[in-house]
């Protein structure tokens, strides 16, 4: 598949400098930054069906966590004191 893109030639030169820093000539450097873009939008996208699908099941269970606990229970695990994970439980 053939793809013809244009560019303004502010974005050209600098994609040329960014390149030539790389020791890439332009045309790699592009195919690599749309490569790392598709890669990155594929995995918010998986997040974002991981998260559904939990959320989901979280409402069909009617189970989870209230934020405020989370919240607690990272914040000491941030300042390296050992704590009990909070458990899920029906939420009314």
């Known amino acids: 598949m053939a793809v013809s893109l244009r560019i303004p030639e502010e974005v050209k ?6 390149a030539r820093a790389r020791d890439l000539t332009p045309h790699a450097f592009m195919l690599e ?5 598709v890669e990155a939008e594929e995995a918010r996208a998986s997040f974002h069906a991981a998260a559904k699908q939990r959320l989901a099941r979280m409402k069909r269970s009617g189970t989870g966590i209230p934020a405020d606990e989370v919240f607690e229970y990272f914040r000491k ?3 390296g004191r050992v704590t009990e994970r909070p458990r899920a439980r029906r939420i009314a």
């Open 13 to 18: 030169k600098r994609v040329a400098r960014l």
């Open 33 to 37: 930054a749309i490569r790392e873009k």
């Open 77 to 79: 695990r941030a300042a």
